[in-house]
């Protein structure tokens, strides 16, 4: 079965109504599925059934999606376009799109606690989940965010944002995967990698948002209408990408200094990261 089966599958189990349509969606829009593809790597790369991640996969897909529904809203980024088509507020009414994003949200962790695994790997993991999901994680991005909108912004404070907004939904999968496969004791080490593949990921979004246009990347890009400070207007275009593809080559490095761990099939996920072009 496909991942993007097993999504559909979670749906078909929610009740029918206007708030199902609109998670269906966006959960269902596509995507580059980067968090659960590093996931079911993560657990691979431990010699486990790439299975044991399925619910978790999905729960975070989830989660990532309702922050994208939440963040282009008219309070938020004000976005119309997303992954090609209008945004879910556009598509569907705010409301809908706000209740759509909750839902998605609180489902997340139904799905998560379906998983078949020792029952303490299972409560870890949804830890992980609600505290890279929460106050002290993407949340707590998304507020400085909105705080550095009003203010000025050097280097220190736009990656204290990413490491948030962006590094802690990148870190989660890399994490969990390690607690699933019986290495509780090296999730703090993938959190690291996950920090720095989120920066690398926020510093080439933003060298994408300064060269391509909307239609090529899917997706509106608020960011210059609302003045933000990003990493091309601190470096430039060719600083910033030096800066990224440093930051990429430091987290394979990382990885590759996991004992025990098979780097080869991650690695190649976060190469292809590295030359995306949406």
């Not at 994408?208 to 275009?237: H, M, P, W, Y």
């Amino acid at each position: 079965m496909s991942f993007e089966d097993i999504l559909s599958n979670a749906l078909d189990q929610v009740t029918d109504s206007n708030v199902r349509d609109a998670m269906r969606y966006s959960l269902m829009a596509g995507g580059k599925r980067i968090r659960p593809a590093l996931m079911y790597e993560t657990v691979m790369g431990y010699g486990c059934d790439p299975a044991l991640a399925d619910h978790f996969a999905s729960a975070l897909e989830m989660i990532h999606t309702y922050s994208l529904i939440h963040d282009d809203l008219p309070a938020m980024d004000n976005d119309d376009l997303r992954r090609g088509l209008p945004t879910c507020h556009k598509k569907f009414d705010e409301a809908t799109a706000i209740l759509a994003g909750d839902a998605l949200l609180t489902y997340a962790f139904r799905e998560a606690a379906k998983t078949e695994a020792p029952a303490e790997a299972v409560l870890e993991g949804i830890r992980i989940l609600a505290d890279m999901a929460g106050p002290d994680g993407m949340v707590l991005g998304q507020c400085l965010d909105l705080a550095e909108e009003r203010g000025e912004t050097g280097w220190e404070d736009l990656k204290k944002v990413q490491k948030y907004k962006t590094g802690c939904l990148l870190s989660a999968p890399l994490m969990i995967g390690a607690v699933l496969s019986g290495h509780p004791e090296e999730s703090e080490a993938w959190h690291e990698v996950g920090d720095l593949i989120g920066l690398a990921f926020q510093v080439q979004d933003d060298v994408l948002d300064a060269t391509k246009t909307a239609q090529e990347l899917g997706k509106s890009n608020s960011d210059e209408r609302n003045q933000k400070v990003t990493a091309v207007t601190l470096f430039g275009i060719e600083g910033a990408e030096r800066l990224m593809n440093d930051l990429y080559d430091k987290s394979c490095e990382k990885i590759r200094n996991f004992a025990g761990f098979d780097a080869e099939k991650i690695i190649v996920i976060l190469k292809g990261i590295q030359t995306r072009s949406k």
